[in-house]
DNA sequence: TAGTTAACTGGAAGCGCTTCCAAGTATATT
DNA sequence: AATATACTTGGAAGCGCTTCCAGTTAACTA
């Protein structure tokens, strides 16, 4: 019933050879076959099989997108980016999106035994050694984004220095009891956040106050990176009565606007009582007057699938890292402009 | 190189059909020859070829959606939705995002002929009739999502209901110089929402006074549905000085965003001055307290699949259509809490 | 025990394409 | 004009699966 390369053919009055040859702009083909190809192609309304196409090409034309179950600013603008880029290519985008832990190994393996996808955009996640080597025994393209392994290409965000940067702002701003909320540590940008805000505290000469340092592993599906878990962390800060921390470095924006909760709540005010800073730059912070630092996710989406169709289409094996540097968002929580 | 039927044939010992078989959980099968071969798919750590199964199978085990330039809060939820039901079945999902107006054709035509996909979701845009009926002659399982069309599946928010009852909260609360601000008037949803807010006033025996009523015309390109345009309606409503309305339904939330910082910056004060109420139920709306209608997104979203689905796997081929109720979410922004 | 019947199993054919090779055709060279 | 050379073209083979048909084996039945 539907119209085949031989339809196209018997009715171009060519072989099916050369049909091809027309679909994939071979140029070893006269321009009036051509033209006769395109006519007959036009007028049956003829499109290739996709499957059938992948089977004989050994190659999908696809590409994969492992991201955590998304909801929310960063995943949603990611993908904004990979789409917007992915257009300048004829690829489909397959989208795998992971919920529990063990479901990111299974999206792993099945796209690399499927032969369904071209490549891999692998978001957010740490990868196993055992997934890694994988990788790269078989060859499948795959590129990490906001997330590293050295033995991969990686699109990574300057987390150390996006934590500095916040750190050193509060430092400038004259507060000297500062403290951090984090994420949990198994998490790396956790980490890095951590490392850039004790940086920061050490080369400025303040000591690092561990009553100041809360990380929020409240519960233990979730990585810490959410509105409760910034309340709950805010909290304890509080709860240190006189010795509260006057400055609080949040290693997310959307712990931010759950910590400036629970100040609210006790009725202190931010930035009067409490500055806050946040990470990410979310759409929510410009409303809340968040003071935050600003990652270029759409760059980073684009970024991730040109390298990834380096790989793919030119072969490219060199290996790539790229580090996105972060940038400091001045609104009004931490007071800045009333200091002036 | 990579591992085939035929492989794990020769290892199993069987033919090519038995092995097809036990992938396929065909139930004419011993158990002891199931166990053979089962034992070699797992040595050979053997996986389909799934394009090559599409192509015999003549069938994708995919689904493709078809979704505007997604960023925002609504696509997101949207997707969330849509994934989680699809996790249920063993579907992949593709993504095609519509920039521009003539893509979105694009995409139903290939969708139509590409044989990549087994049935669609089209999401938030008016299909035309000469696409519902290529659908309908190809029988290419179709579900409109936030969209509606009389032969087609279609799954909707009754944008109506949902006007009328913010109005008519506005009209409760003793408001009575009540005006809209509405998205394009070639956008299905600005139309009904207009006509549950002029259904409301009628009702209650107010009359409409056209000067009260604002489309977002702004912009050639989009649909007034955005902070920018409700911010530059709501001037000209406040241009009207003495007579401004006491009382907006904005028929977004993102334009209610607007609307309420070209209320700020005129020195005014949401609700003391004028009280606002938008319509989606966006992450930030709880944030700026405005008071609004909630979509159950969600619940769209693993709806459409599950309907998709039945049209799909059971050949369901009778119509249907769903018609979501909004539900009215009390913040700050209309006054509400003050007049108790 | 022989004859039926039912239940498995093997593998050829076919899904719709790409690609390679051989054959055909046009053009250049002597 | 005859030959060499360079392009074009047709179509068989093959990509890795499913499925149908025929053959084989096991399970009943009389």
Redesign the pocket.
């Known amino acids: 019933m539907?119209v085949?390369?031989?339809d196209v053919a018997k009715k171009a009055?060519?072989?099916?050879?050369?049909v091809?040859?027309v679909?994939?702009n071979s140029?070893?083909?006269?321009r009036?076959?051509k033209a006769k190809v395109l006519r007959a192609i036009r007028e049956l309304n003829y499109q290739?099989?996709t499957s059938?196409?992948s089977?004989?090409?050994?190659k999908a034309n696809t590409i994969g997108c492992i991201i955590p179950y998304f909801a929310g600013y960063f995943y949603s603008e990611l993908l904004h980016g990979i789409q917007r880029k992915l257009r300048e290519f004829e690829y489909a985008l397959i989208l795998y999106s992971v919920d529990i832990q063990q479901s990111k190994e299974f999206f792993l393996r099945r796209a690399l035994q499927e032969r369904r996808v071209d490549g891999i955009l692998f978001v957010s996640m740490e990868i196993s050694q055992r997934y890694v080597d994988k990788f790269l025994s078989t060859g499948l393209p795959i590129v990490l984004v906001n997330s590293f392994h050295s033995a991969l290409d990686s699109i990574t965000v300057d987390s150390t220095e996006g934590a500095y940067i916040a750190t050193k702002h509060l430092i400038e701003l004259g507060y000297t009891r500062i403290a951090m909320i984090d994420g949990q540590l198994k998490s790396i940008p956790a980490r890095l956040r951590f490392e850039g805000f004790k940086k920061a505290l050490q080369q400025h000469g303040f000591h690092f106050d561990k009553r100041y340092f809360v990380v929020c592993d409240f519960s233990e599906e979730a990585d810490g990176f959410n509105k409760e878990a910034g309340y709950l962390a805010m909290q304890k800060l509080l709860d240190l009565g006189e010795e509260m921390p006057r400055a609080v470095f949040v290693s997310s924006d959307i712990q931010a606007i759950g910590v400036m909760q629970a100040i609210k709540e006790r009725d202190f005010v931010v930035p009067d009582d409490i500055a806050i800073i946040g990470f990410d730059d979310i759409e929510l912070a410009q409303y809340v007057g968040l003071t935050t630092m600003r990652q270029p996710i759409l760059e980073m989406g684009e970024l991730a699938v040109k390298r990834l169709m380096e790989r793919i289409i030119r072969k490219d094996r060199s290996e790539f890292k790229h580090n996105f540097r972060t940038q400091l968002v001045v609104r009004e929580s931490c007071g800045a402009y009333k200091n002036k």
């Open positions: 539907p085949t390369i031989y009055g060519v072989g099916i050879g050369t091809s040859r679909i994939n140029p070893r083909i006269t009036k076959t290739p099989h059938a196409q089977l004989a090409r050994r």
